[in-house]
């Protein structure tokens, strides 16, 4: 089993950045695809970025896309959402996502399709 530990959140005022990270024991993240997921009071959870295995594949949701950006140093272990322009709508539960079973360069967008996820860092963002 792995276990995904995230840190990060903040409440942080409109315009601001914040760095989410998540960091995973055992395996490194080398071995797998990774994301982002995000959840805001009485929605459903969504998508918000994600790497393929390979590290080289990115996708994003089109409201943050030019605003966050996902990364991982497979050397600590830890993956990150470095995230600007903060806005109200942006406020939320943020969820790292590990899967270990997918091809090198497929990149996951559906909740569904990872194995692991972290407990959640609150991110508010205010007016």
């Known amino acids: 089993q792995v276990q995904l530990v995230e840190s990060g959140g903040a409440l942080v005022q409109a315009g601001g950045s914040l760095r989410l990270s998540c960091t995973a024991s055992?395996?490194?993240?080398?071995?797998?695809?990774t994301g982002w997921f995000r959840q805001a009071p009485g929605k459903e959870r969504e998508f918000v970025a994600a790497?393929?295995?390979?590290?080289?594949?990115?996708r994003y949701a089109g409201s943050v896309k030019g605003r966050f950006t996902i990364s991982r140093d497979n050397a600590k272990n830890t993956m990150y959402l470095q995230m600007n322009k903060l806005e109200p709508e942006d406020t939320a539960v943020y969820y790292c996502?590990?899967?270990?079973?997918?091809?090198?360069?497929?990149?996951?967008?559906?909740?569904?399709?990872?194995?692991?996820w972290g407990q959640g860092t609150q991110v508010t963002v205010s007016s």
């Open positions: 996502a590990a899967d270990v079973t997918s091809s090198l360069y497929q990149i996951l967008t559906v909740t569904t399709q990872y194995d692991y």
């Open positions: 055992g395996r490194t993240f080398s071995n797998y695809a």
């Open positions: 790497m393929s295995r390979s590290g080289d594949n990115t």
